[in-house]
């Protein structure tokens, strides 16, 4: 299967890190993506990780894999109030043509 | 690099009428594009996915007469919901597959910023 699930609210102060979790359920995964989604906007692409990794940072952002269970985080350090969206993790598989299939979105609320 | 475009932004129609969204790669060639619908605060839904030059693949559940898709070139795809009523009202995106080369992941998608569509 292809199911992607996410908690959907997460609020957080600003400067604190933030972390937001998703499990999948096919293991072939071979891309695993972290978008965000501004109010009105297009998804952007914030990192994505191999499935043979266990763990990639790109500068405030931190990605950890759990094959074994599964799981996906990204944590986003010294939380800005720029960093309220939604954000979607995403799988690719081969056998899917590397489609994407989203969770349901994480909301994240930055506040004062 | 790697900028899609999607046209017109918004648009509001009439019940019956149809619509066409334009999807274009703007610096890169991608000969596959794809269609998502996303309802309110709900993820995104693949729709299909559109091929150059070949005839478009729908997601099970999507009325292929009722979605038209046209990929006619390397730089775009369109669109076209047809007989619109209030239930296609929707945030349509696009997104392009990227070239597989320099820093970006493979079969990275790009995706346009959307098109928002109100059918009254």
């Known amino acids: 299967g292809e199911d992607v699930e996410q908690s959907l609210f997460l609020s957080v102060r600003e400067g604190d890190s933030s972390v937001i979790n998703c499990t999948y359920t096919?293991?072939?995964?071979?891309?695993l993506y972290w978008y965000k989604q501004e109010p009105g906007a297009g998804l952007q692409l914030l990192t994505y990780?191999?499935?043979?990794?266990d763990m990639k940072q790109d500068q405030r952002l931190t990605v950890l894999l759990n094959k074994k269970d599964k799981h996906l985080s990204l944590r986003i350090a010294d939380t800005q109030t720029g960093d309220s969206a939604i954000y979607f993790c995403?799988?690719?598989?081969?056998?899917?043509?590397?489609?994407?299939?989203f969770g349901a979105g994480t909301t994240v609320t930055v506040r004062a | 690099g790697a900028v899609v475009s999607q046209h017109p932004s918004w648009v509001i129609c009439k019940s019956g009428t149809s619509v066409k969204i334009e999807c274009r790669s703007l610096?890169?060639?991608?000969?596959?594009m794809f269609w998502y619908r996303q309802f309110p605060k709900q993820s995104l839904m693949l729709m299909a996915t559109?091929?150059?030059?070949?005839?478009?693949?729908?997601e099970q559940g999507v009325e292929k007469d009722k979605f038209l898709i046209n990929h006619a070139s390397l730089t775009l795809s369109t669109l076209t919901v047809t007989s619109a009523h209030p239930e296609d009202s929707s945030f349509y995106i696009c997104?392009?597959?990227?070239?597989?080369?320099?820093?970006?992941?493979?079969?990275?998608?790009?995706f346009g910023p959307g098109t928002r569509l109100t059918v009254l």
């Open positions: 990780i191999f499935s043979n990794m």
């Open positions: 610096d890169f060639q991608a000969t596959t």
């Open positions: 997104s392009a597959r990227g070239p597989n080369s320099g820093t970006y992941a493979y079969n990275e998608q790009f």
């Open positions: 995403a799988e690719s598989i081969l056998s899917n043509d590397y489609k994407l299939s």
């Open positions: 096919d293991s072939s995964s071979t891309y």
């Open positions: 559109s091929n150059e030059g070949s005839k478009a693949t729908y």
